[in-house]
Every structure is written in structure tokens, then in C-alpha cells.
């Protein structure tokens, strides 16, 4: 987390007096890509990388923010129905708006934010900093009245109406549930989900951050999307959760084979997921990992959400002999997950970064996984 006492400074230079602290976390996602979109299962936890933010009433009804890893300041007032053009400000405006949309009686504040979540990795830092402010506003303007799935869901709504992702739930549901040493898993459809302790003796999870740069503003994400939901419609269901193998084929003449082929992909993962649940059940990490690698093939071959860099670092862990790896998050870059034996840690980290910079030029960021607790006050 970053250093509290930077934010704290910062606010009271700007503002002349303290404020109060909350923190959101980014997230992880060990299974299940592209599925909660589709109504199907995800298994992500928090980590300890989060957004936090020192906040305190100002008695008007403006919003002061301050970004300090961004040396961005803005202003905005709370009734505005335009609301700011700058990407980063909008996320906060978006959630202004919608808690003031869910009955929360939101009135002007000053703000201090930054964090430790690093920028497009696929790790969910815008995620993390809707979430943060939802708890925080939540807590000071709703006396806690929302609870955390609701929060969630406004996260959610912010990106779709204001940044003009649309996103599934995971990661503003992992911001908000997330729990120090356990992953969750989440039916997307239902919003049941249950915890899982993650606790291997002998295997450790660590992030490789390719550095390319993720972003799913603008980036084909919505394709995806909607090639899923073409797809479920003609296959007169709901979601491709209830989409069978069969409905697939029989579906297939009529189906581009670029629709076809996410398709295929979301079905296979519904199945790891499942597989997955399975094995961590048994202590399987073997199994766990095999079926890491074939979802990064389904998302590099028929989802097509990889690039170059991200498939050189699956095939370094792979040759090194890593039990899993593959691309994490909505791609087009950001990081691989990698679950790797203990035996073997120091000497993948070594290598994979060598051969890295070898082949392109420049470091990539190793990113051992903690995994932590939800959004909070601090
Ligand atoms: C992004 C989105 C999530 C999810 C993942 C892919 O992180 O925000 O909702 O769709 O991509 O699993």
C-alpha cells in the first residue's frame, strides 16, 4: 500500500486540515477469463497492491480531487450532469453520480488519492479506485446503508456509462469482498460466491508484468462482448453459460468464424473453472496448472486477447517448467499469472527476466502475490 502519511501530507497542504482514510484493493484472478460477462464462475482474490484515499466533507457541493501519482487536480460539482472529460476524473465523478443515483445524499467533498496498484497490468487499479471511493462515500454520506455487492455494482456502472467499458462484476466484486489468504469463488450470475483458503505448501502465485501497457478503454473488450452475446441470442439463451457444445455446433454454419471461435472459448472455460474447483478441492496443483495453460491457449488463439510478449513469457514458464501460466485480466497485455513450485521460484524469476530483456529489450516486473483484505476504512 502506499505510504499513507504521502496522502495525509498532501491533503493537509491542499486543504489546510485531516481527513479520513480508506483503502480498495486491485485483484487477482487465478481461473476464469471473460466469464463473468457471460453469467459463468470467476475465482479472483484481493491483493495488498491497493487505491487509497483521504477524504473529509466540505460543507458545498463541490468534489476537489487531487490524484497524486498523476499531478492531476479537478474539480467538479456534485449536481453536474456533464461532468469532467479527463478519463481518471470521470471514474470518480461516475461514482458520485450513481451512489447519488442509488439514494446515498452525496455532498461536496475535498479528496487526496494514489496508490500502489500498478497502471494497465491487468490488475484492476481502475476497479480499485471506484470501489475505494463507493466505501467511502458510502460510509461517510450513507452511514454504511449500501451493502458491498451494491457498491460493487456501481463501480460496475461507472465504467459502463462513464468510461465506456462494459466490464462484468469481478473485479469491483473482488475490490469490495476480498479477504487476506483467500480467493473467492463467484457465481456471476447468481451473486453467490463462497471463499476458498489459498494456502499451498509447496506452490507459490507471482505476477510477470510484461509492461505492455493494458487498456481496455477503447481497446476491443467491447468486441469480445458482444461477439458472445450475438452468439448466446442466437442460440436463444441468456448468457453462453447455458449455451451447450452441441448448441455451439449445431450454431456453427451460421456463425462467423471469429464469433465462433470466442465462443468455443468461453465454453472451454466454464469447464476449467469447474475442473479447477475440483482440484484445489483434492490439493491437485498439478491439475490446477494444466488447466492455466490451456485457458492462456484458448485466450491467445480464440479469444485473441494476447499479444507477443505476454505469449513469450507463458512459453518462457512453460520451458523453465513452471506448473501454470497464462495472461490474466481482460489482456491485450498487462501480466501473466504464474503459479510456480516453491523448488523452482528463484530460478524462474532469474530466467524469465534475462531471457525478457534479451528478447525485448526491457525488464519486466515481477509481482509476488499477497493476497489481502477488501475495501476498508483505515
Ligand atoms: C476485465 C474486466 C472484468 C473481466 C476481465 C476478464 O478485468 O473488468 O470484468 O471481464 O477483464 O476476465
Avoid at 490524484?67 to 487536480?73: N, Q, Y
Avoid at 469480445?224 to 455451439?248: F, K, N, P
Avoid at 516453491?342 to 525478457?356: D, P, R
Avoid at 530483456?357 to 489481502?372: A, E, T
Wanted: proline share 3%; charged share 25%; with cysteine.
Amino acid at each position: 500500500m502506499i505510504d499513507i502519511c504521502v496522502l495525509r501530507d498532501e491533503f493537509l497542504n491542499r486543504f489546510g486540515r485531516d481527513g479520513v482514510a480508506y483503502a480498495a484493493p486491485g485483484r487477482i484472478n487465478l481461473i476464469g477469463e471473460h466469464t463473468d460477462y457471460n453469467g459463468g464462475f470467476v475465482f479472483p482474490g484481493a491483493v495488498e497492491q491497493s487505491i487509497t484515499l483521504v477524504i473529509r466533507p466540505n460543507g458545498g457541493d463541490k468534489v476537489n480531487a487531487y490524484a497524486v501519482d498523476l499531478r492531476l487536480a479537478g474539480s467538479f460539482g456534485v449536481d453536474d450532469t456533464e461532468g469532467p472529460s479527463d478519463v481518471n476524473l470521470r471514474y470518480v465523478y461516475g461514482v458520485v453520480r450513481e451512489m447519488i443515483h442509488a439514494g446515498v445524499d452525496v455532498k461536496g467533498f475535498d479528496v487526496v488519492y494514489g496508490g500502489d496498484v500498478p497502471l494497465g497490468a491487468g490488475m484492476s487499479s481502475s476497479a480499485a479506485l471506484e470501489c475505494c471511493f463507493a466505501f467511502a462515500l458510502n460510509d461517510i454520506f450513507g452511514d454504511g446503508k449500501l451493502d458491498r455487492m451494491t457498491l460493487a455494482r456501481i463501480g460496475q456502472a461507472t465504467e459502463h456509462k462513464y468510461v465506456g467499458v462494459m466490464c462484468g462484476i469481478m473485479d469491483q466484486f473482488a475490490s469490495m469482498h476480498g479477504r487476506k489468504g483467500s480467493l473467492m469463488r463467484l457465481d456471476c450470475r447468481s451473486g453467490e460466491f463462497e471463499y476458498f483458503p489459498w494456502q499451498p505448501d509447496d506452490y507459490r502465485l507471482v505476477l510477470v508484468n510484461s509492461r505492455v501497457k493494458h487498456e481496455l478503454v477503447g481497446s476491443p473488450y467491447n468486441d469480445r462482448r458482444r461477439s458472445c452475446e450475438r452468439v448466446a441470442e442466437m442460440a436463444g439463451v441468456e448468457s453462453l453459460r447455458d449455451c451447450t457444445w452441441e448448441q455451439l455446433e449445431d450454431l456453427r454454419p451460421e456463425l462467423s468464424d471469429e464469433d465462433y471461435r470466442r465462443a468455443r472459448y468461453v465454453l472451454g472455460e466454464k469447464e476449467r473453472v469447474l475442473a479447477v474447483c475440483d482440484a484445489l478441492q483434492k490439493g491437485d496443483y498439478e491439475t490446477v496448472g494444466r488447466q492455466m495453460y490451456m485457458t492462456h491457449e484458448g485466450l491467445a488463439k480464440d479469444y485473441e486477447v494476447s499479444c507477443e510478449e505476454i505469449d513469450f513469457l507463458v512459453d518462457e514458464a512453460r520451458r523453465i517448467g513452471v506448473t501454470g501460466s497464462r495472461i490474466m485480466g481482460g489482456g491485450f497485455g498487462g501480466c501473466t499469472i504464474n503459479l510456480v513450485k516453491e523448488s523452482l521460484y528463484e530460478n524462474f524469476v532469474s530466467e524469465v527476466e534475462k531471457s525478457y530483456k534479451n528478447r525485448f529489450g526491457v525488464y519486466c516486473q515481477i509481482i509476488p502475490v499477497v493476497i489481502g483484505d477488501g475495501a476498508r476504512r483505515l
